[in-house]
């Protein structure tokens, strides 16, 4: 075993400082929502009585946005990584190791190397990721060869060696199933690829066609309405109610359970987003390992002192950074409201905001939760803006570019964002009485 | 916007999907059904079945939910349901057809 099985406790007060008498809150994943908690909890329970330990596999903490950007050298490497050592407080055990199982029945966590984790009170945070071998095909030999991913830094990373020397063909962007993390990003990776490849004077040589198993690019009707034309200006074209079986990377093409074929010479996938096989060995999941999560408070539906948050949940919202933002104010909330055994508040709205890059320096944003679609308006200052929702905008671009900024030195530390509250404001917004 | 089907009158939204999905029930499925130019059958209530219970557990809907239900397998959900067999089940269950945030 690498790790001593306790921090030294040196600091602060000295009376309570008995092992058998603190409490162990313990955070699994070190990414956007579990670094969240750390820092937010870190200031909020008495360090007397609360021990917080924060587990992760990987020493780097990835900028995933960030991700989007680097195939199109907008980003470099160095802005989408940092040592996740950074962003967690120093009062709080940081554990780099992968986490074995969690066992309820007995209140304590596994790590790889065998310690165990006692816990009072869990967070989930393990998020989700591709699961590429999930579609017969798709992890083969042409794997980050002809076939890419642009939802892990690696498969980012060879899209943009691959993209520098390449002479053109078919582009395909495709999206596997749904729920993905993210939903808009593959529809952001088509329009930059467009921008970019007009910019290198070669985008007469490219094809790109957008492929999805839902019924449209976009798919709710204020989005249609106000954002279809992009396809359509940008050239893009569009293969929906695509349901994958395999790839057939030997001949080049993606098909569909309806024998449709779709050629490609670079294929861009979405794979299916599972959470970590941790939560299936554990017994915790659905079928696509996420976490049954209660939706307005956080805690699992089977544990009452294991709560969950951020991509590892399988709550109707959308699997976002702003989405974690927003549930980390109100579990920490809850975390405070458990420990003195109050009733938990019953608040998480869905609430979500994405930028949306649309190519050409500009940018969307949009603004919606579990009850109501994005709909045209200002944000985040009612009827003046700055920020336009469901239109392009260059200010919009510079927001979603200043997110990165906004990312690294707020979000993950648990800062508030100013004027952007946790659930959804209606006002500036134009709704209107709809059906759906 | 309402619509008179058989008997009753259900609210849909512009594509058809109904917005309540309380105002459902077989007949109307099966009206719908009809309208998409399929004869409904027990193997075509069964996956309505699995489908509606999905979402009233609010869980999402997918292809591979289906193939891993066991109550069907995938060519034959298309054979049951031709041309987008999500899209024209979801719209027969009387549920709202999957969507993405926009
Ligand atoms: C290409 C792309 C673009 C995106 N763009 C945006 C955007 O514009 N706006 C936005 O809001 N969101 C965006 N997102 C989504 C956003 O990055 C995620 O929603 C967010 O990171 C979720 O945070 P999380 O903490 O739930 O999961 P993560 O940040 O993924 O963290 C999970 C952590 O758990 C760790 N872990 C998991 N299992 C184990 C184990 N068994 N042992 C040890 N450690 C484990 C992982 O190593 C990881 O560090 C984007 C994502 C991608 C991929």
């Not at chain 1, 989007?68 to 470099?76: A, V």
């Not at chain 1, 065998?114 to 998020?127: K, N, S």
Request: aromatic content about 10%.
């Amino acid at each position: 075993m690498s790790y001593l099985p306790i921090q030294p406790l040196t600091t602060f007060t000295v009376v309570n400082h008995n092992l058998d008498i603190m409490k162990n809150l313990v955070i699994l994943g070190a990414g956007t929502a579990g670094t969240m908690m750390a820092n937010h909890l870190v200031g909020k329970l008495p360090k007397n009585e609360w021990k917080i330990t924060i587990v992760d596999q990987y020493k780097t903490h990835y900028y995933q946005p960030g991700f989007l950007f680097l195939p199109f050298d907008i980003y470099t490497t160095k802005q989408v990584k940092k040592n996740g050592a950074k962003f967690i407080p120093k009062d709080v055990r940081y554990i780099q190791e992968k986490i074995e199982l969690i066992v309820p029945e007995e209140n304590k966590v596994q790590l790889e190397k065998g310690e165990e984790l006692p816990y009072d009170i869990l967070i989930v945070a393990t998020g989700t990721k591709i699961a590429p071998e999930e579609i017969e095909g798709m992890k083969g030999p042409e794997w980050h060869k002809s076939v890419f991913d642009f939802y892990t830094y690696e498969g980012a990373k060879a899209l943009r060696d691959k993209f520098r020397e390449w002479e053109g063909g078919k582009l395909v962007v495709h999206i596997t199933e749904m729920p993905i993390k993210c939903p808009v990003a593959p529809l952001e990776f088509a329009f930059l690829a467009d921008s970019y490849f007009k910019n290198k004077g070669m985008r007469d040589k490219v094809d790109i066609t957008f492929v999805t198993p839902l019924g449209g690019a976009f798919t709710k009707p204020k989005a249609t309405q106000a954002l279809h034309h992009l396809l359509t200006d940008k050239g893009i074209k569009e293969v929906t109610d695509f349901n994958i079986e395999r790839v057939d990377y030997e001949n080049n093409k993606i098909v569909d359970y309806a024998e449709t074929e779709v050629p490609y010479d670079i294929l861009v996938t979405v794979p299916t987003n599972m959470g970590d096989a941790l939560i299936e060995r554990s017994g915790m999941g659905d079928d696509l390992n996420y976490v049954p999560t209660n939706k307005a408070t956080l805690q699992t539906e089977a544990h009452e002192n294991i709560f969950a948050i951020g991509d590892a949940t399988n709550l109707p919202a959308s699997k976002a950074g702003s989405v974690a933002h927003f549930e980390a104010e109100i579990l920490t909330e809850n975390i405070l409201r458990y420990i003195k055994g109050e009733p938990l508040k019953e608040e998480f709205d869905g609430h979500a905001n994405c930028f949306i890059e649309t190519g050409d320096g500009k940018a969307l944003l949009i603004d919606f939760n579990y009850t109501h679609e994005p709909v045209e308006g200002t944000f985040p200052f009612p009827g003046v803006g700055p920020l336009n929702l469901l239109k392009e905008s260059r200010m919009n671009h510079m927001g979603k570019l200043a997110f990165r900024w906004i990312y690294w030195n707020m979000l993950i530390k648990g800062i508030h964002i100013p004027f952007v509250s946790a659930t959804m404001t209606e006002k500036g917004k134009h709704f209107e009485e709809t059906e759906a | 916007m309402d619509k008179t089907i058989g008997q009753a009158t259900i609210s849909v939204d512009q594509e058809g999907y109904l917005t309540d999905f309380s105002q459902w029930d077989k007949e109307i499925g099966t009206e719908i059904a009809k309208e998409q130019g399929i004869e409904m059958t027990d193997k075509h209530w069964e996956i309505i079945d699995y489908i509606q219970d999905r979402f009233k557990a609010e869980e999402p809907l997918s292809i591979r939910g289906i193939k891993k239900s066991g109550v069907i397998d995938i060519k034959q959900f298309y054979a049951l349901f031709p041309g987008g067999p999500l899209k024209k089940a979801t719209m027969i269950a009387g549920i709202p057809k999957p969507k993405s945030c926009i």
